[in-house]
């Protein structure tokens, strides 16, 4: 049998909403290919898939994904919980078309297993692809510390014919773990991993010296001897990185603006008393928060498991702005005992210091100090073990 024939087809589904599902492939997509398993990985945006029922394009001319992306720019966040179950009736209407749409997709496609990173859809997924390729498993893996019920990430496992469905879960917390077993999943399909996907070279950058870290701290304008904190809140950045920076007139801060280059130059023109670092979008956040003290942002399980990771102890905040999906991950920071939640951030100020005092962030940093997140790594190997099970059951 020629070489070709024995290469496994993974297809790793993903969409740009935020921006964290393509960063995760990516990420997931780089481990597995470093570790040599000869597996032919294609990265497949769901929203292009999709896009000829995308009815929220139809009447607003924007994409599911941009509405997401703007709602998230302009902070227009208040009542997201309401609008998300708006959203999953429209998906629930269309079903039957995203069924057919992704059947004909995958009988081109033909992987040997599909990996979703992306919610919302995944009852769909699940059925297209029990309807085209009946023996080939679904592996559905969370990018929020947990689930937000009903519909989200986590549906009830789909029934195939001629037998059941091949559907696997991946968890990064406990939680997530004991939800995806009340919906029915099998303990056996359902597997738990130390955290969510951070990209590999947050695992590979060296370590700064004292003398290296003051340095580069020096270069961007601080006073090396003083905190610095990391303000961060995804691909789009948030206006309230504007008011957070007024609020903190005295503290240095470093701005990671992503793509809100509005926002950038703000923050930029903004007169403050000590020195502020702005950048826009970047793939150096594992430097930047090297050179940080601690981490200002919202409570997204990306920034949030990289800052955590980097030893960073955290402050968000949460309230009815907040996005539903996320609303847990502010009781993970109070379990885990890594950072502080606050209601808002007019009390940004205080937080800070009550943060910075000497024994309360010696106990934040230790916190974090216990965690071990190689979430990504073990996910690759997960993966492997499926394709094999599978090849090993259809031999016998």
């Not at 995308?54 to 994904?65: M, N």
């Not at 980097?310 to 009781?331: D, F, G, H, K, S």
């Amino acid at each position: 049998m020629p070489q070709s024939k024995l290469v496994k087809k993974l297809d790793f589904i993903f969409f740009d909403a935020g921006g964290g599902h393509r960063a995760a492939a990516n990420a997931l997509r780089q481990v597995v290919q470093e570790r040599g398993s000869g597996f032919q990985i294609r990265l497949v945006n769901l929203q292009e898939l999709l896009d000829p029922l995308d009815v929220f394009r139809k009447i607003t001319g924007l994409r599911l994904q941009d509405i997401y992306n703007l709602m998230l720019e302009r902070g227009w966040t208040l009542g997201s919980g309401p609008l998300t179950a708006g959203m999953h009736l429209v998906i629930r209407m269309f079903h039957r078309q995203q069924v057919r749409l992704l059947e004909e997709f995958w009988r081109g496609s033909r992987p040997d297993m599909a990996v979703s990173l992306v919610p919302n859809f995944n009852r769909a997924l699940a059925e297209s692809l029990g309807r085209a390729l009946a023996d080939v498993p679904l592996v559905t893996v969370l990018t929020d510390i947990a689930d937000y019920p009903p519909h989200f990430w986590l549906e009830r496992p789909v029934g195939r014919h001629p037998g059941p469905a091949p559907q696997y879960v991946i968890c990064g917390s406990d939680k997530a773990v004991e939800q995806a077993r009340a919906m029915g999943h099998a303990a056996a399909r359902v597997f738990r991993v130390s955290g969510m996907i951070l990209a590999p070279k947050f695992y590979v950058i060296a370590p700064l010296a004292s003398e290296q870290r003051a340095a580069a701290r020096a270069a961007l304008g601080f006073d090396p001897q003083a905190p610095v904190g990391l303000m961060l809140f995804g691909g789009q950045g948030a206006a309230a990185m504007l008011k957070i920076a007024r609020r903190l007139p005295e503290r240095q801060l470093i701005a990671i603006c992503g793509h809100n280059e509005k926002l950038a130059a703000e923050l930029r023109g903004m007169r403050h008393a000590a020195p502020i670092f702005v950048e826009g979008f970047t793939k150096e956040v594992p430097c930047y928060m090297q050179l940080a003290d601690y981490f200002i942002g919202k409570p997204g399980p990306g920034s949030l498991s990289e800052a955590v990771f980097m030893r960073l102890p955290v402050i968000v905040e949460r309230n009815a702005w907040t996005l539903p999906q996320e609303r847990y991950n502010a009781e993970w920071i109070r379990q885990q005992g890594v950072g502080i939640v606050l209601r808002n951030f007019r009390k940004i100020a205080r937080a800070v210091e009550e943060l910075l005092d000497p024994e309360n962030f010696a106990r934040y940093r230790a916190a974090t100090e216990r965690m071990e997140n190689r979430g990504v790594f073990e996910i690759a190997e997960i993966l492997e073990k499926i394709i094999h099970r599978r090849d090993a059951e259809t031999q016998g």
